[in-house]
């Protein structure tokens, strides 16, 4: 009985040990088939959960990045500050309508001098109407017409061009009832526009000379205009004559009249026609000083040249 008990322990630990060696296979059994599924199933549950720790850090991370971007904008709303600037420009558009229709007005004394260069200048029939007048003739006349009033028609064509002759217009009364001797039997009125106001002075100055140099007496004319010159001379027939010669401007007015008593009459004539456009005058006069002028001329003496013809 003692041996066998001896025995017991011996058995006991062979079985201990198989039971631990079968245990060791066990464990080391799958390692070695190497169950792949096992491993990467239990390797994606503790990357994901690795994953899901680095998201949220790298979404914290991210945060301030967006913070950043969200930083940029302001700097870009001072960037469109400056646009303000452009309003800026809006006042060029407003400097466009610049009063320049100012100067406008300018254009209706140049109208006034159109209209004291043209026929309007001419004497009316009721500003004649003392004496029994009538309209024997109006129109216009070219230069070259004007020139085979002179003895050189040829030479006074040039000087018409040196001029810048460009208009002359005229009116002749005559009167039918010659009770009243004192008034003028014939009156002519012509007005000529020149080039320029120095051009017109100048061709004023030449008749002016041409007159006195045939022996035209001067008198006391009126003060109009830029100059005034009175001149009488009768005609080769011995009637008396009367010239008012007027310049305004670039246009030189002349009002003849012949027989009776002239020089009063002839006056009167230049002094009711400035008389109805004197307003119109006396308003471009203001404003052009320097190009308003008034030339009166009459004449008494005896001269070979038809001096109804002298007007240009």
Do not use: K
Not at 21 to 50: K, R, V
């Amino acid at each position: 009985m003692p041996r066998v008990l001896e025995r017991q322990p011996r058995w006991t630990c062979i079985a201990a040990a198989l039971i631990l060696s079968l245990t060791l296979a066990a464990c080391s059994g799958p390692d070695d088939f190497g169950d792949d599924s096992q491993t990467p199933a239990t390797a994606e549950l503790s990357t994901p959960t690795n994953d899901v720790d680095a998201t949220p850090t790298g979404t914290a991370r991210a945060t301030p990045t967006i913070d950043d971007a969200i930083g940029t904008p302001p700097v870009e709303t001072s960037e469109a500050e400056p646009a303000t600037p452009t309003v800026e420009q809006t006042p060029t558009v407003a400097e466009t309508p610049e009063p320049e229709t100012t100067p406008t007005p300018e254009i209706e004394p140049t109208a006034t001098q159109e209209a004291l260069g043209g026929v309007d200048a001419l004497p009316r029939l009721d500003e004649l109407s003392e004496g029994g007048y009538i309209v024997a003739d109006q129109g216009e006349r070219s230069q070259e017409q004007l020139a085979q009033a002179y003895a050189d028609p040829t030479a006074h064509l040039l000087r018409l061009e040196e001029w810048g002759f460009r208009q002359h217009v005229y009116r002749e009364f005559t009167r039918q009832s010659v009770e009243d001797g004192a008034l003028p039997n014939y009156v002519l009125a012509t007005v000529n526009v020149y080039g320029s106001p120095e051009q017109a002075d100048i061709a004023f100055q030449w008749l002016e000379d041409l007159q006195i140099n045939q022996g035209a007496r001067t008198a006391a004319a009126p003060e109009l205009g830029d100059a005034a010159v009175a001149i009488t001379v009768a005609t080769a027939q011995g009637i008396a004559t009367a010239s008012v010669y007027i310049r305004y401007g670039s246009s030189t007015y002349i009002y003849y009249a012949e027989g009776g008593d002239p020089l009063p009459r002839v006056i009167s004539i230049a002094e009711q026609v400035f008389g109805r456009i004197g307003d119109q005058s006396r308003q471009a006069a203001l404003r052009w000083p320097s190009q308003s002028g008034f030339v009166m001329i009459v004449t008494d003496v005896t001269m070979s040249t038809d001096v109804r013809w002298l007007s240009g």
